[in-house]
């Protein structure tokens, strides 16, 4: 079964993060409005059953939060994939959303990396602030061995841009986490 369950406390957070790839409920709680729409929307569109509890530091700003669900659900990701053998490995996706449009090219290779190109006008989407959108792709690429490329060509609604990351995003990892034909590692090198 490729799922996990994975907790981290800490002084600023606490968090939860139960993970079926192969799909289930999305139930999302981070204390952040606009968060919990993008997860929720990651989930689903993923394909993903996806439970996410999250207790933080909100009265210091929503950095925090971001970044340490960034962390815990690539180490869930990691973990429900185990040895990465026996699955498509590669996935990308575009996704348009009224003016904006996310590119997302990704390589479950167990060797980290984000490239993250997205400028956003506005500063914040509710209480959300955009530029730690950057910081939770970043944590979830580095714990979850995942080169991560994002690319936001153009966008003027910093909700729109941002919407269309995560679901493109989700749709590349439903791609790449697909099992493949003959449950092998997908590398000339036989491990990743």
């Known amino acids: 079964m490729r799922t ?13 993060i139960e993970l079926n790839l192969d799909g289930g409920e999305v139930e999302i709680s981070t204390g952040i409005g606009f968060f919990d729409h993008m997860l929720t929307a990651f989930g689903v569109h993923g394909g993903f059953g996806l439970r ?9 700003d929503t950095h925090h939060t ?4 960034g962390i815990v659900l690539g180490k869930a990701f990691k ?7 026996g699955i498509e490995r590669y ?9 904006s449009l996310a590119q997302v090219s990704l390589d479950i290779s167990n060797r980290p990396f984000l490239v993250f190109n997205a400028k956003f006008e506005q500063e914040l989407c509710g209480d959300y602030e955009t530029c730690v959108t950057e910081e939770f792709w ?3 690429a580095m714990n979850s061995g995942i080169t991560l490329h994002i690319n936001v060509p153009y966008g003027t609604n910093a909700h729109h841009q941002i919407e269309a990351i995560f679901k493109a995003v989700a749709h ?3 791609i790449a986490v697909t099992k493949n034909s003959d449950g092998a590692v997908l590398s000339t090198k036989g491990v990743l």
């Open 138 to 140: 970043r944590a979830f």
């Open 4 to 16: 996990s369950n994975i907790q981290r406390n800490t002084k600023e957070t606490k968090i939860n």
């Open 52 to 60: 996410v509890e999250v207790k933080s530091d909100l009265e210091v």
């Open 79 to 85: 973990e429900a994939l185990g040895d990465m053998s």
């Open 172 to 174: 590349a990892l439903k």
């Open 66 to 69: 971001a970044e340490d669900t």
């Open 91 to 99: 996935g990308s996706f575009s996704i348009p959303m009224d003016e």
